[in-house]
């Protein structure tokens, strides 16, 4: 290691800090050489405690302080989403370094908002983008290639109509795009964190993944498979691993919740809580749904994984997304559409899609006519 750093900067438990202190175990360079069995035997922890002490040492993700200037340069980044009013609620788009976290009831337009930031993470440099990569983990299934391409081909389409495409951008096609999205379906909790273990691995040399997605952590609870408070550890371990991949690697994570209103007692509940008994609702809340008519200490944990959030809702037949949670103030909204292009400002002249899976493969007649100040606001 190139210089030493102290045991207690590395998130270890305040426990395992003492004793390590206690028995003069200070810097990360007096265990670095030691085995779990030699650095327990030393200090009197167990072989598992030291285990994860010398994986903490040695893990790459661990981040050495910053100065005040680079934080602020980095505050700076964004992933645009393609939709103005949603870019300026969120401070300019997806903050690269942190979570975000978009909570909606089915329909709303919650995957087409990972499939539109797909290919905005991919935007070149010269016109501000990120130029990455994708990660995107499917735990519903509900992913379309086919969608995608579609989205795809607006945005390119969008982008050329203000010529905001120069010839460093010949090669950033739909073909391109697809070619960069890495699609993992993952149906259980062990299988997500699998494919988080397997992202810098990915990464490679010249860390080009960008952004990883999440659609969705409400993965359902298989009966008397996973206690639920293993289950809960498991979705905040996944969490704080994003987060440290979030802020080694300079990219941006987008996870995806559900929720259903309610409307005969104007309350918000979980997707899968409806109709629930006492034991399903316990599931749930411990699930990773969010609920906010029936609250508990594991929820409000959860709901400190994330640096952002987002919620999606029908507000007069409208689509509405309302800043709930942010470092840069809350209580900010944007009323916005999913077109055939995906998701854009609510303008009167274009036609929405009905769904979240609806697959349309015309241009709308505003694209086909609107202006060019329309457009390049709608790409922020």
Same mark, same amino acid.
């Given at each position: ?34 085995? +779990? =069995?030699?650095? %327990?035997?030393?200090? &009197?922890?167990? $072989?598992?405690?030291?285990? *994860?002490?010398?994986? #903490? ?66 935007? +070149? =440099?010269?016109? %501000?983008?990120?130029? &990455?990569?994708? $990660?995107?983990?499917?735990? *519903?299934?509900?992913? #379309? ?70 659609? %969705? ?164």
């Amino acid at each position: 290691m190139s210089s030493a750093q102290l045991l207690s900067s590395f998130g270890l438990c305040s426990r395992v800090v003492r004793k390590l202190l206690e028995t003069d175990f200070m810097y990360d360079a007096d265990v670095e050489d030691l085995t +779990p =069995t030699e650095l %327990s035997a030393a200090s &009197g922890l167990d $072989v598992d405690d030291c285990a *994860e002490v010398i994986r #903490s040492v040695s893990d790459p993700l661990n981040v050495k302080p910053r100065t005040v200037l680079q934080l602020l340069d980095d505050e700076d980044k964004y992933i645009v989403t393609f939709c103005k009013g949603l870019d300026d609620i969120l401070g300019g788009g997806l903050p690269v370094g942190a979570i975000t976290e978009v909570i909606g009831p089915p329909g709303i337009g919650k995957t087409q908002l990972c499939l539109q930031v797909c290919i905005a993470a991919q935007l +070149p =440099t010269s016109i %501000s983008g990120v130029d &990455g990569e994708v $990660v995107y983990i499917d735990t *519903e299934g509900s992913f #379309s290639a086919r969608r995608l391409k579609e989205v795809a081909v607006h945005a390119i389409q969008h982008l050329k109509t203000v010529n905001l495409l120069d010839s460093d951008a010949v090669n950033f096609t739909a073909e391109s795009v697809l070619s960069r999205v890495h699609y993992f379906r993952c149906h259980s909790l062990f299988e997500v964190m699998a494919t988080i273990k397997y992202v810098p691995v990915l990464q490679g040399e010249n860390q080009r993944i960008k952004l990883i997605i999440v659609d %969705s952590i409400a993965i359902p609870v298989v009966q008397d498979y996973l206690d639920h408070r293993m289950h809960r550890q498991l979705q905040c371990h996944a969490a704080q691993e994003l987060t440290g991949l979030a802020v080694a690697y300079d990219l941006a994570v987008l996870f995806v919740n559900h929720l259903t209103e309610d409307k005969g007692h104007g309350t918000t509940e979980s997707y899968e809580s409806r109709n629930y008994t006492s034991k399903q609702l316990l599931s749930n809340e411990l699930e990773g749904n969010v609920t906010e008519n029936s609250t508990g200490k594991s929820t409000e944990a959860w709901s400190h994984c994330f640096d952002i959030k987002i919620k999606f809702n029908w507000e007069s037949g409208i689509r509405v997304a309302r800043l709930i949670k942010s470092p840069h103030g809350s209580n900010l909204a944007a009323k916005f559409q999913v077109t055939a292009g995906g998701i854009r400002d609510l303008i009167e002249d274009e036609v929405p899609l009905t769904d979240d899976k609806t697959q349309s493969t015309s241009f709308t007649n505003a694209e086909r006519q609107g202006s060019k100040k329309r457009k390049l606001e709608n790409l922020t």
